[in-house]
């Protein structure tokens, strides 16, 4: 059932949204202010930016699935935001790997792409992401038309990117990325033909047993 509504339920949802995306952010900047964040601040915040993109992209691909699964159209209008928090957060993870473990140097920056796997992977999300953030606002919605549609789809090949990239980075307890793997493997399927025309079969079905009884 929809909300009554909708514009205060999209407006609370809204703020919920950037309470939650800005609070990883608020948490480290508190905790490398504060000396909380343990011995090797660095690694933590490289860690905790990396795994928030990871969570907000994955939240950004489920908003359209569970808009059609409840039939509510204005959750579409979180999709946006979130996937920027998600790009944000991406790009803070890359700045901090630059300055404090590049220290700034572009060579061994390149160098680090090409022989290390996971990073090779992590920078191709990154560069996935990029074109999508760029291309989010209503002026390119209409300049690309159709095409829009097919270049933000790039979302799901990003997010495979950055699972990857997780699950190679951690090496030993790979429950969360798995976990994330897991959740990304879901909604892959939903975007599968058959599974969304089985959805569609459903719902016809469904108005056709309410026309019946009614």
């Known amino acids: 059932m929809s909300p009554s509504n909708p514009k205060r339920?999209?407006?609370?949802?809204?703020?919920?949204?950037?309470?939650?995306?800005?609070?990883?952010g608020a948490w480290l900047v508190y905790g490398l202010l504060t000396g909380g964040l343990g011995v090797n601040p660095i690694e933590k915040l490289t860690r905790w930016t990396g795994m928030t993109a990871i969570v907000l992209l994955l939240l950004t691909l489920a908003i359209s699935p569970a808009r059609r699964l409840t039939g509510?159209?204005?959750?579409?209008?979180?999709?946006?935001?979130?996937?920027?928090?998600?790009?944000?957060?991406?790009?803070?993870?890359?700045?901090?790997?630059?300055?404090?473990?590049?220290?700034?140097?572009?060579?061994?920056?390149?160098?680090?792409?090409?022989?290390?796997?996971?990073?090779?992977?992590?920078?191709?999300?990154?560069?996935?992401?990029?074109?999508?953030?760029v291309t989010s606002t209503r002026g390119w919605i209409r300049r690309l038309g159709k095409r829009w549609a097919l270049l933000h789809r790039g979302a799901y090949l990003a997010a495979v990117l950055a699972v990857v990239h997780y699950f190679w980075l951690v090496k030993a307890d790979t429950r969360l990325p798995l976990a994330f793997a897991a959740v990304l493997a879901l909604l892959l399927l939903f975007r599968l033909p058959w599974f969304a025309g089985a959805?569609?079969?459903?719902?016809?079905?469904?108005?056709?047993?309410?026309?019946?009884?009614?």
Not at 10 to 24: C, D, S, T
Not at 93 to 116: K, P, S, T, Y
Not at 199 to 213: F, L, Q, Y
């Open 9 to 24: 339920a999209v407006l609370a949802l809204k703020v919920l949204l950037w309470v939650g995306a800005l609070a990883p």
């Open 72 to 133: 509510w159209n204005p959750l579409i209008r979180l999709r946006r935001p979130t996937g920027l928090f998600s790009f944000f957060y991406a790009s803070v993870h890359f700045c901090i790997w630059f300055v404090f473990d590049m220290v700034f140097n572009v060579g061994w920056m390149l160098e680090d792409i090409a022989e290390r796997k996971f990073i090779t992977v992590g920078m191709a999300a990154l560069i996935v992401l990029l074109p999508l953030a």
């Open 199 to 214: 959805r569609k079969r459903r719902a016809r079905g469904s108005e056709g047993d309410a026309t019946a009884t009614a």
